[in-house]
């Protein structure tokens, strides 16, 4: 918790061009004038703002996000940051931001629309984790947007960046789980919405005997919900016997 405070703390007093924490990729997601802009970390980064720590969560000694929140130009944002620790520290490799009315601003107005939200979600990663279970890849890009990249570590000192359209050759010639005996494995962890159209969600999933975590960005864009972003790491690896 320490180190992850420490780079925290780097984001909000040091320019990211001089922060060890950075990964010079790194992207910045979020929805304006209802399209999925993409662009950079060091876009209107909140330096000297006095910010608060909702959640810090972690799925593996490699990989967590931080949600936060501060006050920027009058309005209220809240950001997900994601780290994957490296042998040489954390690094933030993306942020996902919202802006709202107000700290503790109601999301909706309603409560039936908040659960219509969540279930389209669910409804997102449902069908993406049934694209990973039958190697489906189309399946599974079908509720990706089609810039979304994943990140996920390769060994202590390095990870990978590439788009999410990998699955295709990543899948491509594996045998069907069902012929091995293998069942479905599919569980989501939680959903956080932090606004209106911009959530994170934590999944649970498995390719074959491949068993791994994801954090998924969720943005709403043109009357959808889709997947901009996925970090992943592999949780551990089932002989077939």
Known sequence: METIMKALEEYFTKPLAQSA?????????????????????????????????FLADW???????????????????HEALTFLGLDS?????????AETPAQYASIFAA??????????ISGVLLA????????????ALSVFDEGARMVHPVDGARFADVSCKVFR?????LPHPQTLGIPQYAHI???????????IAKVGVAKLNDHFN??????????RWRIAHKLTQSVWLRPES
């Open 169 to 173: 050759e990543r899948w491509a010639g």
């Open 214 to 223: 994801d954090y998924l960005f969720c943005l709403k864009a043109g009357g």
């Open 21 to 53: 924490c950075f990964y010079p990729d790194a992207r910045l997601l979020e929805v304006r004038d209802g399209n999925i802009r993409y662009g950079t970390p060091h876009t209107d980064q909140p330096l000297g703002a006095g910010w608060t720590l």
């Open 189 to 199: 962890w939680h959903i956080e919405l932090l606004n209106k159209d911009t959530a």
């Open 128 to 139: 993406y984790c049934d694209g990973v279970y039958n190697l489906d890849a189309d399946q």
């Open 111 to 120: 409560p039936d629309q908040e659960r219509e939200a969540l279930e389209a």
């Open 89 to 97: 520290g954390w690094k933030l490799v993306s942020v996902l931001r």
């Open 59 to 77: 799925i593996s000694p490699q990989l967590c996000y931080a949600h936060v929140g501060y006050i920027q130009e009058g309005k209220y944002r």
